[in-house]
């Protein structure tokens, strides 16, 4: 008999990525998934503090020029969301995908924590939250993505090729359990 109980560790960090209100621009970005994706990301956050476990806001600092997330653009805000359950939170600032190669350093300051488990929330599924669960995967972290806690967009590829945001969703929860880099699992399985 299975469960779907998700055991989580006392000191777990969970990792808010890039929930900035740039992406709220849909002319900038276009069509995404997950309408319900902020509230999940409240809620998981609401429960970390609410248990004095670990949490840290990343945010991305682009150096496109006209990016909606660039310093000088109001974009660049945390929502409101993640700005109104900032305190205590640890702020990591990165311009790449990846929330390890930001400043501060993660990987220091969670190993300095004896962190071994992470919870990663936030936007874009496809881009910055898949890169960050691998990484982390690779680096020996017990990595958990509850995919109800992430949103992105329709993108396109090469040659014409597109795909939508569910379709990119889809893509990501079977390259990350697939690839044994995490738990692909729900907000409410968290909760539970």
């Given at each position: ?15 808010v ?20 994706a902020e ?9 970390w ?7 840290v806001l ?6 496109r ?6 310093a ?18 640890l ?15 993660l ?14 929330v ?5 881009m ?11 680096l ?20 014409g090729?597109?795909?939508?945001a ?21 907000t409410?399985?968290?909760?539970g």
């Amino acid at each position: 008999m299975t469960t779907n109980a998700i055991e989580i560790a006392p000191d777990s960090a969970l990792l808010v990525i890039d929930v900035q209100k740039g992406f709220d621009d849909a002319s900038f970005w276009g069509p995404r998934d997950n309408p319900a994706a902020e509230d999940n990301i409240a809620a998981l956050m609401d429960a970390w503090q609410g248990a004095g476990r670990p949490v840290v806001l990343v945010q991305h600092l682009s150096e496109r020029p006209g990016s909606v997330l660039a310093a000088d653009h109001p974009g660049h805000a945390f929502k409101d969301l993640v700005e109104k359950r900032r305190a205590g939170a640890l702020v990591i600032t990165k311009s790449v995908n990846s929330a390890f190669y930001g400043t501060p350093d993660l990987a220091e300051w969670l190993t300095g924590r004896g962190i071994g488990q992470l919870v990663v929330v936030g936007i874009q599924t496809n881009m910055c939250v898949e890169t960050t669960a691998r990484m982390a995967g690779n680096l020996g972290y017990d990595v958990i993505v509850p995919l109800d806690a992430t949103h992105t967009f329709d993108l396109a590829g090469p040659a014409g090729a597109s795909l939508t945001a569910a379709q990119l969703a889809t893509a990501t929860a079977v390259n990350l359990q697939g690839g044994g880099f995490a738990r692909v699992v729900t907000t409410a399985e968290l909760l539970g």
